[in-house]
Antibody
Framework: EVHLVQSGAEVKKPGATVKLSCKVS????????MHWVQQAPGKGLEWMGL????????LYAEKLQDRVSISADTSTDTAYMELSSLRFEDTAIYYCTISRDWAFPSWGQGTLVTVSS | QSVLTQPPSVSGAPGQRVTISCSGSSSNIGAGFDVSWYKRLPGTAPKLLIYLNSNRPSGVPDRFSGSKSGTSASLAITGLQAEDEADYYCQSYDSSLSGWVFGGGTKLTVL
């Protein structure tokens, strides 16, 4: 069974950087692209970017590409998402999820990031 | 403002049928990119209900069905149950944005 387990909640100050992790099990890490999705309070789901763990190739949402960085460690089957220059509006739940057939069949439990002064 | 447009809310009585629409454009749904649907309960991760426009993953009841036509897609839920009360999201890919896109979400209320 596929499992994606994310790191715990974070509280950061404006301007800081946060790095979240997502450890997978139950499948070959390199087989599927890993994506990150944001859900701000009261808002919908927003795609942030993806990584192909097999070759490290990344693709980022235009509005975030200056601040987001996604990486993958195939030795530990773990993906990471780093978001820099944090703003109050980055307060959100961040999910990792894998894609198959252009859909997202498996998700992590989510990590709450709170940006507060 | 989401790239895919969904109604903010829909409602129906137990046993009834409801549909949720998802309107896109020529750079996403209209370009032939497939649509997926998700159910999200408060405090939980989204759950995949429909992929490739009309396919159900194992374990999803056949009360849920999806369709796509032109630049729009729809999710239909028949035999509405109290447990169906949740937020529903559509999702596709957009070639102009070179990325995956979601609808703004629709809150389903079971009366």
């Amino acid at each position: 069974e596929v499992h994606l387990v994310q790191s715990g909640a974070e509280v950061k100050k404006p301007g800081a950087t946060v790095k979240l992790s997502c450890k997978v099990s139950g499948y070959n890490f390199a087989d599927y692209h890993m994506h990150w999705v944001q859900q701000a309070p009261g808002k919908g789901l927003e795609w942030m970017g993806l990584i192909n763990p097999e070759d490290g190739e990344t693709l980022y949402a235009e509005k975030l590409q200056d601040r987001v960085s996604i990486s993958a460690d195939t030795s530990t089957d773990t993906a990471y998402m780093e978001l820099s220059s944090l703003r109050f509006e980055d307060t959100a739940i961040y999910y990792c999820t894998i894609s198959r057939d252009w859909a997202f069949p498996s998700w992590g439990q989510g990590t709450l990031v709170t940006v507060s002064s | 403002q989401s790239v895919l447009t969904q109604p903010p809310s829909v409602s129906g009585a137990p046993g009834q049928r409801v549909t949720i629409s998802c309107s896109g454009s020529s750079s996403n749904i209209g370009a032939g990119f497939d649509v997926s649907w998700y159910k999200r309960l408060p405090g939980t991760a989204p759950k995949l209900l429909i992929y490739l426009n009309s396919n159900r993953p194992s374990g999803v009841p056949d009360r849920f069905s999806g369709s796509k036509s032109g630049t729009s897609a729809s999710l239909a839920i028949t035999g509405l149950q109290a447990e169906d009360e949740a937020d529903y999201y559509c999702q596709s890919y957009d070639s102009s944005l070179s990325g995956w896109v979601f609808g703004g979400g629709t809150k389903l209320t079971v009366l």
